[in-house]
Structure formats: structure tokens, C-alpha cells
Nanobody, 123 residues
Framework: QVQLVESGGGLVQAGGSLRLSCVAS????????MGWYRQAPGKQRDLVAR???????NYADSVKGRFTISRDNAKNTVYLQMNSLKPEDTAVYYC?????????????????WGQGTQVTVSS
């Protein structure tokens, strides 16, 4: 079955950098939009960045100029380069994707979440 697996989280000091990766695997026909969300304790899950199949990107105002989302379609992978990290960036980061799979001779597009990776930024 389709699976998204994040990696690259960890502990970093304020001002440091991390690069998150999310790999999609399974019987994938195509991947449309991919994105990154984050959720801090007691808070809702919020959009961080999103990238369409055409490469068009969108960012939350809080991360503009610091984070960069990119994708490698050949590897079914989306990345999030995080620079100038702040303690406020501490959260569990989740990737998501709209993925097409075979269904009754057609393509079924469904939404998938990864399990998340912890990012902790110390002050």
C-alpha cells in the first residue's frame, strides 16, 4: 500500500538548519501536490509549505524566506530545507501528498499523511 515516510528531524540550536525528506512508496501511478505541515503541542496542524506537480510553491508567512520546499519526481520525494530555525519552529512535521493509484482500470487520487518527524529548536 502507499506509504509516506519522513526523515531528517532532530534537535538543533536556534539559527541552525535541518533538511527534512519524505519518500512516497507503493503502487504509485502519479503524485500531484505534496506538502509539509507542522503541529506543536496544544496547537492545530498548520500548513508550512506546499508544492504542486508543476513546481509552484506556497509558504506560510511565518517561514517565508527561511524554508524552501522542493521535490524530486523521479524519487517520489519532497524536501523541506529549513534555515535560520527558531524555537517557535519546534513541532512534529508531517508530509502529505495527493497520490494516484490504479482502481478499476482508472486512476484513484487519495490523500495520504506521513507519520511525522520531530523537530526541536533550542534557544
Amino acid at each position: 500500500q502507499v506509504q509516506l515516510v519522513e526523515s531528517g528531524g532532530g534537535l538543533v540550536q536556534a539559527g541552525g538548519s535541518l533538511r527534512l525528506s519524505c519518500v512516497a512508496s507503493g503502487s504509485i501511478l502519479n503524485i500531484n501536490a505534496m506538502g509539509w505541515y507542522r503541529q506543536a503541542p496544544g496547537k492545530q496542524r498548520d500548513l508550512v509549505a506546499r508544492i504542486g506537480s508543476d513546481g509552484i510553491t506556497n509558504y506560510a508567512d511565518s517561514v517565508k524566506g527561511r524554508f524552501t520546499i522542493s521535490r524530486d519526481n523521479a524519487k517520489n520525494t519532497v524536501y523541506l530545507q529549513m534555515n535560520s530555525l527558531k524555537p517557535e519552529d519546534t513541532a512534529v512535521y508531517y508530509c502529505d501528498a495527493n497520490i494516484g493509484t490504479a482502481y478499476s482500470g482508472n486512476i484513484r487520487v487519495r490523500h495520504y499523511w506521513g507519520q511525522g518527524t520531530q523537530v526541536t529548536v533550542s534557544s
